[in-house]
């Protein structure tokens, strides 16, 4: 069989299995936040551009607001940008590269969680690979014009609309130009300029849109790194860092890559193709290295830099693979632990049948039990609903219990335009994308009076607040306590009436606890 036909095979049987797999697990708390912004179209949210929402309202519009339409354009990203690296793969060094690093790539962990949840990296990952070869095709075309150059800027853009760091490509970009003499010359041409143009306009939504909004997606950026605190070193940091990425990529392929990458720097000066793909790959890793001087960044936030360095790895670790048996058995060794993990990262409850006792918490954790804890609380809503003889509202203590309860609700009970299902509690901080969404504090204009007399003449109508006087169910984390300040303080009464539970395997998987809060109050300014 052919390098090219296994690939395709192994492509169709994966997203097969994917596209098999994506109903059967809760969405995890970032899918259904997304799936909210989905809902609410705008040029740009809190902290992130437009891309993943309307890649989910496309989907839903088509399969319905459940898992599989939420996820369904997930497993196709993989499959797609799986392809666009054989070929790649197979125009720089053969085949039968393309085929090993489309393999190493769809038995990594963290690549295979991608494939099945819908989250801003399968995207952002699909729309830089794409741009990486449309640039390579550019470069090689060059000096001559060609339309590629704009295709990139588009490429590249759309993938900032996804995911911000996409933008961090462009740093690449002017690298491989610099550092490669037959190329430096295009910074006299217009092609890197028309690339330049094409990408500056994709920044236009979440730029207007930030303008609008205090820049607060700056703001949220800073304090993910922990900037918003000052810089310091933290030796333990970078080392956590490095560590994470030898769980979530595999211990073996990671060791292979990192092994690979060292070895592959001498050649830099000496091959265009180990340049190109070097340079496409350390400046998002070694950024995110930096940032994990001050505090760690999550293993997912440099994913970019592993499609590139992955087929370096292939190139540099293939005359070993094929020489030595040794090495042989090693690149066996890191496909099969690879693939074990995969499997376990996505069903855990696999070794729990077997007998296996796990930790209490696993990242597949983060798949279950919201729509069960979900329906609980609709119950309850509807229980109490009948006792007190009056609808009431959800408050969740954060965002990611409010999103899981707005989409696994049975009943929705929008308040009004645009309003959430559940709302977060009242404050005047700015958040998440829950601060710009209508709110229970918020005072609206009230209706306009007829004038009582002749002559009279009304130039400012008081705002009202519709929620004033009504019961809510406020749901929280039982780890969090009592009720906040703010539940406290806004209503006349606050009261624990019921705690929610889920388990699994005889081991508690969420608790969340249910208070009664009767008549509320607006909290002064």
Same mark, same amino acid.
């Given at each position: 069989?052919?390098?090219?036909?296994?690939?395709? /095979? =192994?492509?169709?049987?994966?997203?097969?299995?994917?596209?098999l797999?994506?109903?059967?697990?809760?969405?995890?708390?970032?899918e259904?936040?997304?799936?909210?912004?989905?809902?609410?179209?705008? *040029?740009?949210?809190?902290?992130?551009?437009?891309?993943?929402?309307?890649?989910?309202?496309?989907?839903?519009?088509?399969?319905?607001?459940?898992e599989?339409?939420?996820?369904?354009?997930?497993?196709?990203?993989?499959?797609?940008?799986?392809?666009?690296?054989?070929?790649?793969?197979?125009?720089?060094?053969?085949?039968?590269?393309?085929?090993? $690093?489309?393999?190493?790539?769809?038995?990594?962990?963290?690549?295979?969680?991608?494939?099945?949840?819908?989250?801003?990296?399968?995207?952002?990952?699909?729309?830089?690979?794409?741009?990486?070869?449309?640039?390579?095709?550019?470069?090689?075309?060059?000096?001559?014009?060609?339309?590629?150059?704009?295709?990139?800027?588009?490429?590249?853009? =759309?993938?900032?609309?996804?995911?911000?760091?996409?933008? +961090?490509?462009?740093?690449?970009?002017?690298?491989?130009?610099?550092?490669?003499?037959? +190329?430096?010359?295009?910074?006299?041409?217009?092609g890197?300029?028309?690339?330049?143009?094409?990408?500056?306009?994709?920044?236009?939504?979440?730029?207007?849109?930030?303008?609008?909004?205090?820049?607060?997606?700056?703001?949220? =950026?800073?304090?993910?790194?922990? +900037?918003?605190?000052?810089?310091?070193?933290?030796?333990?940091?970078?080392?956590?860092?490095?560590?994470?990425?030898?769980?979530?990529?595999?211990?073996?392929?990671?060791?292979?890559?990192?092994w690979?990458?060292?070895?592959?720097?001498?050649?830099?000066?000496?091959?265009?193709?180990?340049?190109?793909?070097?340079?496409?790959? +350390?400046?998002?890793?070694?950024?995110?290295?930096?940032?994990?001087?001050?505090?760690?960044?999550?293993?997912?936030?440099?994913? /970019?830099?592993?499609?590139?360095?992955?087929?370096?790895?292939v190139?540099?670790?293939?005359?070993?693979v094929? /020489?030595?048996?040794?090495?042989?058995?090693?690149? $066996?060794?890191?496909?099969? /632990?690879?693939?074990?993990?995969?499997?376990?990262?996505?069903?855990?409850?696999?070794?729990?049948?077997?007998?296996?006792?796990?930790?209490r918490?696993d990242?597949?954790?983060?798949?279950?039990?919201?729509?069960?804890?979900?329906?609980?609380?609709?119950?309850?809503?509807?229980?109490w609903?009948?006792?007190?003889?009056?609808?009431?509202?959800?408050?969740?203590?954060?965002?990611?219990r409010?999103s899981?309860?707005?989409?696994?609700?049975?009943?929705?009970?929008?308040?009004?335009?645009?309003?959430?299902?559940?709302?977060? $509690?009242?404050?005047?901080?700015?958040?998440?994308?829950?601060?710009?969404?209508?709110?229970?504090?918020?005072?609206?204009?009230?209706?306009?009076? *007829?004038?009582?007399?002749?002559?009279?003449?009304?130039?400012?109508?008081?705002?009202?607040?519709?929620?004033?006087?009504?019961?809510?169910?406020?749901?929280?984390?039982?780890?969090?306590?009592r009720?906040?300040?703010?539940?406290?303080?806004?209503?006349?009464?606050?009261?624990?009436?019921?705690?929610?539970?889920?388990?699994?395997?005889?081991?508690?998987?969420?608790?969340?606890?249910?208070?009664?809060?009767?008549?509320?109050?607006?909290?002064?300014?």
């Open positions: 069989m052919t390098a090219t036909r296994a690939t395709w /095979l =192994l492509i169709i049987a994966l997203t097969a299995i994917r596209l797999l994506i109903a059967t697990k809760d969405l995890e708390t970032d259904a936040h997304y799936w909210m912004w989905s809902e609410r179209p705008a *040029p740009a949210y809190f902290s992130k551009g437009p891309g993943v929402a309307f890649a989910i309202r496309a989907s839903t519009a088509v399969f319905g607001p459940n599989f339409g939420v996820r369904f354009f997930s497993p196709l990203l993989a499959a797609a940008t799986s392809m666009m690296l054989f070929y790649f793969g197979r125009r720089l060094f053969g085949a039968a590269a393309g085929f090993w $690093v489309v393999l190493a790539l769809n038995v990594t962990p963290i690549f295979n969680v991608g494939a099945i949840v819908m989250t801003i990296d399968p995207l952002s990952i699909f729309f830089w690979t794409a741009a990486m070869i449309t640039f390579w095709v550019a470069a090689e075309k060059a000096p001559r014009f060609t339309l590629y150059w704009p295709l990139t800027g588009a490429l590249v853009g =759309l993938g900032f609309l996804c995911k911000y760091t996409n933008a +961090l490509e462009l740093v690449s970009m002017v690298l491989v130009l610099m550092l490669t003499p037959r +190329l430096r010359s295009e910074f006299r041409r217009p890197i300029y028309s690339l330049l143009l094409v990408f500056a306009f994709a920044t236009l939504p979440p730029l207007i849109w930030n303008a609008q909004h205090a820049w607060v997606t700056l703001s949220h =950026l800073e304090s993910r790194g922990s +900037l918003d605190q000052g810089f310091s070193f933290h030796f333990s940091e970078p080392i956590a860092f490095v560590a994470e990425h030898f769980l979530f990529y595999s211990p073996l392929l990671f060791l292979g890559l990192f690979a990458v060292v070895g592959s720097a001498r050649r830099v000066r000496q091959q265009f193709k180990v340049l190109f793909l070097f340079w496409f790959g +350390l400046p998002v890793f070694a950024f995110y290295l930096i940032i994990s001087i001050n505090k760690v960044a999550a293993p997912n936030w440099d994913a /970019l830099a592993f499609i590139s360095l992955g087929l370096l790895a190139n540099f670790l293939s005359d070993r094929s /020489l030595t048996k040794w090495w042989r058995y090693g690149a $066996v060794a890191a496909v099969a /632990l690879g693939l074990l993990m995969s499997i376990v990262a996505l069903d855990s409850d696999l070794l729990r049948t077997a007998g296996v006792r796990l930790w918490k990242p597949s954790d983060r798949l279950r039990g919201w729509k069960p804890a979900a329906v609980a609380v609709a119950n309850i809503r509807r229980d609903e009948t006792r007190l003889g009056e609808k009431v509202f959800l408050i969740a203590d954060d965002r990611s409010a899981e309860l707005a989409f696994y609700l049975p009943e929705k009970r929008i308040e009004g335009p645009a309003h959430p299902p559940v709302y977060l $509690v009242e404050s005047q901080d700015i958040q998440n994308q829950f601060s710009f969404w209508p709110r229970y504090d918020e005072f609206v204009a009230a209706p306009r009076l *007829p004038a009582q007399n002749e002559g009279d003449v009304y130039t400012e109508e008081g705002g009202v607040n519709p929620f004033v006087g009504r019961s809510a169910l406020f749901i929280r984390d039982r780890a969090g306590g009720a906040p300040h703010n539940i406290r303080a806004g209503f006349e009464s606050v009261v624990p009436i019921a705690t929610v539970e889920v388990q699994r395997f005889g081991r508690r998987l969420r608790i969340w606890q249910v208070f009664l809060c009767r008549n509320y109050r607006p909290l002064p300014l």
